[in-house]
């Protein structure tokens, strides 16, 4: 399973547009990365999903380099409700790989 | 689509009774589900993956003898803690794995219990 290593904290303010990037070196071939959000108390909750490139949804967009050893969530227009925990995982090939979360990033956006 | 109930919600127990966390799959079959712990301020920890009709798989350092899961159904899971002890107290979250249209397969997650054990 790649591991992933993403910024601990990150501080921002309502309005304003959010990046968070994720570094994963060992990523193989056939795995696509893929984001959840956790609030406190809560199950974590999908985000996003890609393989390359771009990808974008009603709430979220991921921006993939050419070489998928990083990938980059991008939150436009942050409000307070988007405080929450963002988790990158790597690692669906085949599907039968477990869920591995890393530390993630707890994102605190301010008034 | 691909929702995973879990209940309770919350639990308060006496140390050294049983308290059992029910994970099911309303609206798809799931073969695989996983369960995790998870610690105040701390990421997800894995603890043991069941697949319907067969023994869990427990990750290294998880105790099969206290949190014993059992995957009767292609719809329920179900972690049982056993002679709960006070640091036992954690958030439990189940996950089932679900068909998704871009990789082929993807994870859905219960909205997590809180056991506390007094």
């Known amino acids: 399973l790649a591991k992933t290593t993403q910024p601990i904290s990150m501080d921002s303010y309502e309005g304003q547009e959010v990046n968070i990037t994720c570094s994963h070196n060992?990523?193989?071939?056939?795995?696509?990365i893929t984001w959840y959000q956790q609030f406190p108390s809560q199950g974590p909750r999908f985000i996003i999903q890609?393989?390359?490139t771009k990808v974008t949804n009603e709430v979220a967009s991921l921006f993939i380099p050419a070489d998928r050893k990083s990938s980059t969530l991008s939150l436009p227009r942050v409000s307070l409700s988007d405080t929450a925990v963002y988790y990158c995982?790597?690692?669906?090939?085949?599907?039968?790989?477990?869920?591995?979360f890393g530390a993630g990033t707890r994102l605190a956006v301010h008034p | 689509g691909a929702v995973v109930s879990q209940h309770p919600s919350w639990v308060i127990c006496k140390s050294g009774t049983s308290v059992k966390i029910e994970c099911r799959s309303l609206d798809f079959q799931a073969t695989t589900m996983f369960w995790y712990r998870q610690f105040p301020k701390q990421s997800l920890m894995l603890m043991a993956t069941s697949n319907e009709g067969s023994k869990a798989t427990y990750e290294q350092g998880v105790e099969k003898d206290k949190f014993l899961i059992n995957h009767a159904s292609l719809t329920l899971s179900t972690l049982t803690v056993t002679s709960a002890h006070p640091e036992d107290s954690s958030f439990y979250i189940c996950s089932a794995r679900v068909h998704s249209t871009a990789s082929g397969y993807g994870y859905t997650f219960g909205s997590g219990t809180r056991l506390t054990v007094v």
């Open positions: 060992n990523i193989a071939t056939n795995d696509y």
């Open positions: 995982l790597v690692g669906f090939s085949g599907g039968y790989n477990k869920l591995i």
């Open positions: 890609g393989y390359k």
